[in-house]
């Protein structure tokens, strides 16, 4: 079992930047790719980015790249997302997840075994 919890939500302004955590918890969390999705009111959740398990690669979705960057310190078992130039179109619930099957990561929810609750970013135009 493996306890995830996101933080670093909040209010910011278009054009302004934040910086999402996910502390996991409960096993070794170097067995794990990582994932960030992000849902809003009506839609589906969608496919953010992934880290593998090493952190040596990464993945984006098209609408965050260049502007989102993710990293994990796994000394910490912590992921990270550092968001930048956000946008309105960015807010959404943001939710970490941990995947043990695959080394570098999936894009779809359905391969993550473990959530975290979701933070709240809101960006305002």
């Known amino acids: 079992q493996v306890q995830l919890v996101e933080s670093g939500g909040g209010l910011v302004q278009a054009g302004g930047s934040l910086r999402l955590s996910c502390a996991a918890s409960g096993r070794t969390f170097s067995n794990y790719a990582m994932g960030w999705f992000r849902q809003s009111p009506g839609k589906l959740r969608e496919f953010v980015s992934t880290i593998s398990r090493s952190g040596r690669s990464t993945r984006y979705a098209d609408s965050v790249k260049g502007r989102f960057t993710i990293s994990r310190d796994n000394a910490k078992n912590t992921v990270y997302l550092q968001m930048n130039s956000l946008i309105p179109e960015d807010t959404a619930v943001y939710y970490c997840?941990?995947?043990?099957?695959?080394?570098?990561?999936?894009?779809?929810?359905?391969?993550?075994?473990?959530w975290g609750q979701g933070t709240q970013v809101t960006v305002s135009s």
């Open positions: 997840a941990a995947d043990s099957d695959s080394v570098n990561g999936g894009t779809v929810p359905i391969v993550y075994e473990y």
